[in-house]
């Protein structure tokens, strides 16, 4: 604002009178209206005009409501040999293993790619683990580091269960996880 009041000045050639921009500076803007708040919205007014409303609880009509409505939980996959979009459910021999990886709500593994700082830089995340992290860390990191042919970083966070590789490893940990049967 007091750039504004600045440019018109030098605009006209007029002196700038100092105290008087600062005081206009400082003064709030009263005009100015809050439009989001539910107190500047008009009243409702008579609720003799709105239409009657009947609250029925279980009319024969609903259940094509309910067809509509997404379900409250994610049904279990209909088993098969294989599914078009390449995706494994967990094996039962999975359990037997010193380390867990559990699946997500949606019964995909937890292993998700993070861009942070305008794409510079790039964490692989696993999450969900349960037992021994860092045995998961060792073999995962090795399996990357053979395939790679260098040393990679890697930070394990043992009370939240996750591990983090620097670098885009989704793929590799995804097919090693789904090969142990997580």
């Known amino acids: 604002m007091m750039a504004r009041a600045l440019f018109r000045s030098l605009q006209q050639n ?11 500076a400082a ?35 609903w259940k094509h409501v ?10 279990k996959p209909l088993a098969q040999a294989e599914y078009p979009s390449g995706w494994k459910p967990p094996a039962a021999a999975a359990v037997d293993q010193k380390y867990f990886v559990a699946r997500t709500k949606n019964f995909m593994l937890p292993v998700y790619l993070r861009r942070s700082f305008r794409g510079q830089r790039i964490v692989t995340a696993v999450r969900r683990i349960d037992g021994d992290i860092w045995l998961l860390e060792a073999e995962l990191r090795y399996l990357i580091e053979k395939k790679l042919n260098k040393q990679i970083i890697t930070r394990v966070n043992e009370m939240n269960g996750q591990i983090e590789f620097k670098g885009d490893f989704v793929t590799i940990v995804e097919s090693f996880l789904a090969e142990k049967g997580f």
């Open 27 to 61: 003064a709030p803007n009263v005009d100015s209206v809050r439009q989001s708040s539910f107190r500047s919205s008009e009243p409702v007014g008579d609720l003799g005009q709105f239409p009657e409303v009947e609250v029925v609880r279980n009319p024969p009509e």
């Open 14 to 24: 007029n002196p700038l009178n100092w105290s008087n921009l600062l005081r206009s």
């Open 66 to 75: 309910e067809r509509l409505l997404a379900p409250r939980i994610v049904p």
